[in-house]
């Protein structure tokens, strides 16, 4: 029963429980029992919250006997990346930094998934800060991919990846800044979307990068996106960066296919990734034209600097919003300090891990005189000059087509030490962040050793219906989905 249970999509457990088929507080345990059994294996969860969910479920339940209308994520048990605040639960962000904080509120999206009576399992393991690509950086140790132990699941959002793909999860949310969804949902074999830039609110997400993250689903299938998306795309009075999404019935005309669109194939996005990669992303394209869409190559000039420019607005927009973790105010301190200086310096070295402790220097670097001009400065041009060259291919096309990584999911330890081969995991997911795009990724056949591959939808701001209808139609007639095993 537990098996049954936590593999079957989002859509199919709410009409379950819809039908009183099975019970909430049922739903639950099953998925409790699941990461009771598996997570000490994969690592996807850092703190996991059993007696809430069960409280939750148990709500649900009564509620539902008392014929209560719900939502359809009521009872639906749900992961939540560990940089997404959840109030008197510890939210870490995978740092030694925060192991002990637990923050006196609700990130907005909690609110709203509470709210509607989804039922939250835990936290998720991440990298440190949202910083690295293969979610090795956590210092509460790695998470594995389950779709081969032995391999990186992707990161940051590699635990709520993972979490979905090994069934530890109905759905999960995680945060991207320049792939951090997409690209472990494509190492990991699942459906994941960064939505368009303030679609989603980030009020009580710890931020890396201000101006490029996003919160976003990760799912076991397309449907299940959509409706998790209509749940949490709603405007934030408090947030600034939120805005009214002028469409938010995501699962509405998911069914109408892609006959007459046109998707463009940049011809860059497939100079830097493997042969298996590239060929598999080219039969989905192909797939797409017998479905009856025009596919046609197209160039976009400046992408080859988008990558380069996006780490660097990071790192220094990561080097200013980190600033506050100092020792002083909350947060790990260091003991034995003789002066304020101390604290700050022997805090902060102690409680970042090295590949955050990069990215601040890094991104100090960046904004200094003598530097910005050259560094910072320069990639806010190729920002302006990134979004042209999307807006130019959206006056004639209505999506764009790319692989999501350059690779599939490769060992856990083999790029240790290389941090410009990591770095270069996000190459084709970036540029997306940089113009603020929704983009959607999903699974589109596998290599030859039996790994995951991922492509990627990019679409026009504002336009993840069309992204759900487009990524739905292949999801249903390329019979390739989330695997059950």
């Avoid at 939750?56 to 539902?64: G, K, T, W, Y």
């Avoid at 949202?130 to 635990?159: C, H, I, L, Q, W």
């Avoid at 995501?250 to 060929?279: C, H, M, R, Y």
């Amino acid at each position: 029963m537990m098996d049954e249970i936590t593999s079957i999509s989002v859509s199919k457990l709410s009409s379950l429980l819809a039908k009183k088929e099975i019970s909430a507080v049922e739903a639950a345990n099953a998925y409790l029992e699941k990461i009771q059994s598996l997570n000490s294996e994969i690592g996807a969860y850092i703190s996991i919250t059993a007696e809430t969910a069960l409280k939750q479920a148990s709500e649900v339940d009564r509620l539902r006997a008392a014929g209560e209308k719900l939502s359809p994520l009521a009872g639906i048990p749900a992961g939540i990346k560990d940089n997404i605040c959840t109030k008197g639960i510890p939210t870490t962000c995978a740092s030694r930094m925060l192991e002990n904080f637990k923050p006196p509120y609700n990130a907005f999206v909690v609110d709203l998934l509470e709210g509607q009576h989804a039922v939250i399992l835990g936290k998720l393991n991440m990298d440190e800060f949202a910083m690295g690509s293969s979610n090795e950086t956590s210092y509460f140790g790695p998470v594995k991919n389950p779709r081969d132990t032995s391999r990186v699941p992707g990161g940051s959002s590699g635990g709520s990846a993972a979490a979905v793909a090994a069934g530890l999860a109905a759905f999960a949310l995680g945060s991207d800044t320049s792939g951090s969804i997409r690209q472990p949902a494509a190492f990991c074999g699942v459906v994941g979307l960064k939505p368009t830039y303030g679609t989603v609110s980030r009020r009580g997400l710890v931020a890396l990068a201000s101006s490029l993250d996003q919160i976003g689903p990760l799912t076991k299938d397309v449907k299940d996106c959509a409706m998790v998306m209509e749940s949490i795309a709603v405007q934030d009075k408090w947030d600034a960066t939120s805005v009214c999404h002028p469409n938010p019935e995501f699962t509405k005309g998911i069914e109408n296919g892609v006959q007459g669109l046109k998707i463009a194939l940049p011809k860059e996005f497939f100079a830097a990734v493997s042969d298996e990669v590239k060929n598999a992303v080219l039969a989905a394209a192909k797939q797409y034209e017998k479905l009856g869409a025009k596919v046609e190559e197209v160039s976009i000039p400046h992408l080859k600097a988008a990558h380069s420019a996006c780490f660097v607005i990071s790192a220094a927009e990561a080097s200013s919003n980190l600033g506050k973790f100092d020792g002083i105010k909350f947060g790990y301190r260091a003991q034995n300090c003789s002066s304020v200086d101390d604290i700050y310096k022997l805090s902060r070295s102690q409680g970042f891990g090295k590949e955050v402790k990069r990215r601040i220097l890094l991104g100090t670097m960046f904004l200094s005189t003598g530097y910005y001009e050259k560094y910072y400065s320069k990639s806010l041009q190729i920002r302006t000059l990134i979004c042209n060259d999307f807006k130019n291919i959206f006056e004639r096309y209505d999506l764009i087509l790319t692989p999501t990584t350059p690779t599939t999911a490769y060992k856990l330890g083999e790029k240790q030490g290389d941090s410009l081969d990591i770095f270069m995991g996000d190459i084709c997911t970036s540029s997306v962040n940089m113009a603020g795009l929704p983009a959607l990724s999903l699974p589109c056949g596998a290599d030859s050793q039996g790994l995951p591959v991922g492509m990627q939808l990019i679409g026009k701001a504002f336009d993840e219906q069309l992204l759900f209808r487009a990524a739905y139609a292949y999801e249903q007639n390329a019979n390739i989905g989330q695997r059950k095993d």
